[in-house]
């Protein structure tokens, strides 16, 4: 089997897993998001927090937060192991590699916080 | 042997002149669409943060969605994420074994492309 240090659970076998199941969630977020948008035209502020701060709005909303983090870690993980490999980058690759990723990394986990608080600060 | 071997061995694995087949294209707007949500997410999180904050705050974000500017930037974003939906909605299909035969995926990456610039076409009508 091969494992590599620098994805997230170690087995591909698992990422690969963990990559769909955030995308079922994160397609099952923006298709009720965007439904109710388009179908509430008029939408004011009363309607809009009142929706984020129904607890299974914030359950969702959390879990399609927890889901994006999962799922943007693993794709630019991908990614940045198809590109940023020595052939295109040389004897710079690795630390490139790791750097892309670290910077990934720490945004996501920004990103995260930020977004609990938008979710629980109402 | 090794110099014959060596001699015939394909080596020109330039992208820029291999004529790529249309499962090519779609698999790397796929990439390229998730890099831009990855990117988008400050962006959105920022629309939903200030639109959540106060009344005032939500007219912002109401009145900021009304520049044409903000509005070419949220179409290429929700461009993106239908994109991506649609081709992740069909690389489920394939898990399931569904389309990823030869024939059968170029298939799938023509729909593909059709279904989301439908949908591309739909979600500029709504925004404008």
């Known amino acids: 089997m091969v494992t590599n240090v620098t994805n997230l659970s170690r087995s591909g076998l698992y990422d690969w897993m963990a990559q769909r199941v955030s995308a079922v969630l994160l397609a099952a977020y923006t298709l009720f998001l965007l439904g109710y948008v388009v179908l509430n035209p008029g939408l004011t502020y009363a309607d809009w927090t009142a929706l984020f701060s129904n607890n299974a709005m914030r359950i969702f909303s959390l879990l399609t937060l927890v889901a994006l983090a999962v799922h943007s870690w693993v794709g630019m993980w991908t990614i940045s192991t198809d590109y940023l490999t020595p052939m295109a980058f040389g004897r710079y690759a690795t630390i490139l590699r790791f750097l892309f990723q670290v910077a990934c990394g720490l945004v996501m986990f920004v990103l995260f916080v930020w977004g609990v608080q938008i979710l629980w600060g109402l | ?128």
């Open chain 2, 1 to 128: 042997m090794n110099i014959a071997v060596n001699s015939k061995r394909p080596v020109n694995l330039d992208l820029r002149t291999i004529k790529l087949p249309v499962t090519a294209y779609t698999s790397i707007a796929h990439r390229i669409s998730g890099v831009i949500l990855f990117i988008a997410i400050a962006g959105l999180l920022w629309m939903l943060d200030t639109s959540l904050s106060s009344e005032s705050g939500f007219e912002q974000v109401k009145a900021c969605l009304q520049n044409p500017f903000a509005k070419l930037v949220l179409w290429g974003v929700l461009s993106a994420l239908l994109y991506h939906l649609v081709a992740g909605i069909r690389h489920l299909l394939m898990d399931t074994g569904i389309g990823e035969g030869l024939e059968s995926g170029r298939l799938g990456a023509k729909l593909l492309i059709v279904v989301a610039a439908v949908l591309i076409v739909l979600l500029g009508v709504w925004i404008w």
